[in-house]
């Protein structure tokens, strides 16, 4: 039978508060799910979706109310400890450690929960250190650290146990852009070089899950709403292309109308600058030649041309009907 | 060749006991709070003796109980509500992922504990008797190294069974640890003779093993001539070793079910309660 | 208006720190757990003093010593309570660094906070002297209890206690995990020295001079004068001596050298506050935490 990192089936969680305290929650309806090892997975989804409510029964912190979740081929709810071995967790805006150890001594004792030979535990985070661009920071105490090198040091201490399945949740919350790239960038690196191993990230960054996802789950309300690679999500919403032209100033503007397949134009023209800004849609890619030939008959020159991919934002808009916000 | 199931739960406790050992190191303030201020209690309890012209094994009595009391209060606080602390600092959940038993993370707290506590506790009872003038007479030291031992054993014992106990408590931690401090110094005996509660209740109290350890400890330091133990040394021995097994049992059951407990519910790594 | 919103903080504060102490359970538990511990602290005296008597607790001394004891909760309550605010709000809630930065007076939120504990001690207070006056003996006559003096020197101790907590928050602005040592150990430093279970002439000369610049020493007689005059002075003619070290004082200068040295020690927390908070956002401590 084939094994997949991850397999949750009719996964449920509810939460059901104190006496008094409100209605029960539903965090996870009837989740499925299927991680293939050696994927980078995104759980893409607004806060509150139930991202971290999944990763933390997948990471053994939480048992479901009903339905199945596999790690490893492994039952989370009775096979935890063998789970344990394979595994490893980083969260976004981690406080984790003692303030009053160094950022090495921090990593070092955590990695002997993992049962690391001293020795090979500190080469390893020296090493990770250095990639992260910390090796300055290692004697600093951790409270004298920033958001974003606090962050890198969280990172580091989950993948200096060396994980099969390593869980992130939103790793670059907060963080700048240099620091997420960092961090993006070592993922990917990370799994390119151990293809064996797999990642399964949950952020409600878009770009992040396009960019580093080889497949994604929109997740809302606690239920998974696609599942696809971000390519093929975002085909799911290329029913119509939309097209932005910059031209010289348009006299002709009947090139647009009589041809199949355009719709929704629309002219801005820019005087000062002698120039016209048009908006269409095409149901066709080749309808853009026609257009292109027909304004360039007319004597105008095209300045640009932008074809509008559709992001992740719209494929999110397009399942729910409301974006992030 | 990977190291067997021992090796590994032995460096999970080496690794947990090293911020408490290396920690209170790094913040020298330790010393006027841990050891200076804990005499003022002593020497207040130790003057009252005076002042009432009490024998004066009592006042030795006062300053070694009141050296003691550091480690009912790191127990308290540093072993029973520490997985307060470290759920809300983040700590508690990379513990529960950690594919060590938690038996080993508890075991490298209490060590850690110890080895600081001792520093304290040591250093109380040396000023204390210094300012205050006692004789020990001590009689039998391979007996005293003996019962300490086991006495610490089964307190933080005890403490890691609170620890488990207290895993899903939020701030009900921090006032039940408050609740706890002042009954154990008065039901344990720390600045009297415990026999003076009388035989059941001093016999009750004996479920804290600080009560007994420090009965001991007492009859060892001052030949007992007043007649103050309440139970032979031996048999004060034979009980606290069977509560350090006893609650390192209770302690090892109550974290498995407590952990399911807070599996169940969501409460292992629900923080601000 | 200034008054007026310094006055909201306070009241806001009272009502967080009232949540905070008493909301983790329900009120049975937190009316046991508030009486259960200082019940129990002042047993360990009572054992203490039955051990070397005897049994015998209707001494003037016995009296003297459960009175101070069952006061003392109100200096170990609050001072613990203020420091544990900081300590709380800054590593566990992480909280401290907003209001810190909000616009109100942090005083005024500390004190706010402090009111709750004084009105939680009272009540433990109560009910510890209830017991010793009905189960021990200890010499309180309502009916003789001088009021006026009771007033004004609750009302002084507790503003000289509040003041005195707020210098020792300022100082857990600097330390490290160390509140519960603060608490353990200064308020260890004024039961030593300000006569609170016996009287300061069992202190050598030297510490006799400082307990006589303490408020709290001050405070403690005028409040033992004020709810048991007669065991006072019972206390005071022992064996023709000076027993207390203040005897010789009327109840008129006592309050005057309350009011007078509680004006000095305002003056000398409020400075070491206001150091202190220098110095810890000079080294970033605000925020910081210290776990280990």
């Avoid at chain 1, 949750?8 to 293939?36: H, M, Y």
């Avoid at chain 1, 105008?300 to 992001?311: A, D, R, V």
């Avoid at chain 3, 303490?214 to 064996?239: C, K, V």
Wanted: proline residues 3%; hydrophobic residues 50%.
């Amino acid at each position: 039978m084939h094994q997949y990192a991850v397999e949750t089936q009719s996964l449920t969680r509810v939460f059901t508060p104190k006496k008094r305290e409100g209605e029960p929650v539903n965090a996870l309806n009837s989740v499925d799910l299927k991680i293939e090892t050696g994927e980078l997975f995104g759980l893409l989804g607004p806060n509150g979706a139930g991202k971290t409510t999944l990763l933390k029964i997948l990471c053994t912190l939480l048992l479901p109310t009903s339905g199945k979740a596999f790690v490893a081929g492994l039952d989370v709810e009775n096979q935890y400890e063998d789970i344990r071995t394979k595994i490893n967790m980083v969260s976004g805006g981690e406080m984790s450690g003692y303030g009053l150890l160094t950022v090495r001594e921090n990593l070092w004792m955590f990695s002997q929960f993992y049962g690391i030979k001293s020795k090979v535990a500190k080469d390893k985070i020296d090493r990770l250190l250095e990639t992260f661009g910390m090796t300055d920071k290692s004697k600093a105490k951790l409270r004298t650290l920033s958001t974003g090198q606090r962050q890198k040091m969280n990172v580091i201490r989950g993948f200096v146990t060396d994980p099969e399945i390593i869980f992130l949740d939103e790793p670059t919350l907060g963080l700048d852009v240099n620091a997420s790239r960092i961090i993006r960038t070592f993922i990917l690196d990370w799994l390119k070089d151990n293809p064996d191993k797999t990642v399964v990230l949950t952020t409600h960054y878009m770009a992040e899950a396009d960019e580093l996802c080889d497949r994604i789950a929109i997740i809302d309300q606690g239920g998974i709403l696609a599942c696809d690679t971000p390519e093929r999500l975002k085909k799911t919403v290329r029913m119509n292309t939309m097209l932005s032209m910059d031209v010289t100033l348009l006299k002709n503007r009947e090139v647009f109308q009589g041809l199949n397949g355009v719709g929704n134009v629309s002219f801005v023209d820019d005087s000062e600058r002698n120039q016209t800004h048009v908006k269409f849609v095409v149901q066709d890619d080749s309808c853009v030649s026609d257009i292109v030939s027909g304004v360039l008959d007319q004597g105008s020159k095209i300045i640009s041309l932008q074809k509008t991919e559709p992001t992740l934002e719209d494929v999110f808009i397009k399942m729910v009907g409301k974006g992030f916000e | 060749m990977t190291d067997g199931w021992l090796v590994k739960n032995l460096r999970a406790i080496r690794g947990r006991a090293y911020p408490r050992v290396i920690g209170a190191g790094r913040e020298p303030s330790w010393i006027f709070f841990e050891i200076v201020l804990p005499l003022f209690t002593v020497a207040a309890y130790a003057y009252i003796y005076k002042f009432m012209d009490a024998r004066a094994e009592l006042i030795g009595y006062v300053v070694l109980g009141g050296a003691m009391t550091a480690f009912w209060l790191n127990v308290l606080w540093n072993m029973a509500s520490q997985f307060y602390w470290e759920k809300e600092i983040g700590n508690l959940q990379l513990y529960m992922i950690a594919p060590i038993s938690r038996m080993s993370v508890l075991a490298g707290m209490a060590l850690g504990g110890m080895f600081s506590t001792t520093l304290h506790a040591a250093s109380t009872l040396l000023i204390g008797t210094l300012l205050f003038n006692i004789t020990y007479q001590l009689v039998d030291p391979i007996m005293l190294i003996l019962i300490f031992t086991t006495t610490l054993v089964a307190l933080y014992g005890m403490g890691m069974m609170f620890a488990s106990m207290y895993l899903l408590f939020g701030r009900e931690a921090h006032h039940l640890s408050n609740l706890l401090t002042d009954p154990v110094y008065l039901v344990s005996g720390f600045y009297f003779p415990v026999n003076s509660l009388g035989t059941w209740a001093a016999a009750g109290a004996s479920l804290i093993p600080v009560t007994l350890g420090l009965d001991a400890m007492r009859q060892l330091f001052f030949s007992d001539v007043s007649g103050d133990g309440f139970l032979p040394l031996n048999i004060e021995l034979l009980i606290l070793a069977g509560l350090s097994i006893l609650f390192l049992v209770l302690a090892k059951y109550s974290l498995s079910y407590m952990e399911y407990l807070g599996k169940t519910t969501g409460r292992l790594t629900l923080r601000w309660q | 208006m200034a008054i007026m919103h310094d006055l909201r903080t306070l009241k806001n504060a009272a009502w967080l720190g009232w949540q905070m102490e008493a909301n983790w359970t329900d009120p049975f538990l937190f009316a046991t757990y508030s009486i259960v511990k200082p019940i129990s602290a002042t047993l360990i005296l009572v054992f203490m003093y039955m051990v070397v008597t005897g049994g015998q607790t209707n001494s003037a001394f016995f009296s003297y010593m459960y009175v101070g004891n069952a006061l003392y909760m109100y200096v170990a309550e609050v001072l613990f309570g203020v420091t544990w605010v900081i300590h709380d709000d800054r590593e566990h809630y992480m909280t401290l660094k907003q209001v810190y930065i909000a616009p109100i007076k942090f005083p005024a939120y500390i004190l706010g906070r402090s009111a709750i504990k004084i009105a939680i001690t009272s009540a433990g207070v109560f009910v510890t002297l209830l017991f010793g006056v009905i189960v021990l003996g200890v010499g309180i006559d309502i009916g003789a209890v001088d009021w006026p003096l009771f007033a004004a020197s609750m009302l002084l101790g507790m503003s000289c206690i509040c003041v005195l907590g707020l210098a020792l928050g300022g100082v857990t602005f600097l330390t490290a995990k160390h509140s519960i040592g603060i608490n353990e150990g200064v308020a260890g430093v004024f039961y030593v020295l300000s006569g609170v279970i016996f009287p300061i002439t069992a202190l050598p000369g030297w510490a006799q001079s400082i307990s006589k610049v303490l408020p709290i020493t001050y405070w403690m007689d005028s409040m033992r004068r004020a709810l048991m005059p007669e065991t006072m002075s019972e206390m005071n003619s022992l064996s023709g001596l000076d027993v207390t070290g203040l005897g010789t004082f009327d109840n008129l200068f006592i309050m005057a050298f309350l009011a007078l040295s509680a004006a000095i020690f305002f003056m000398i927390s409020l400075g070491v506050f206001r150091y202190a908070d220098n110095v810890a956002r000079k080294q970033g401590k605000i925020d910081w935490t210290t776990a280990y």
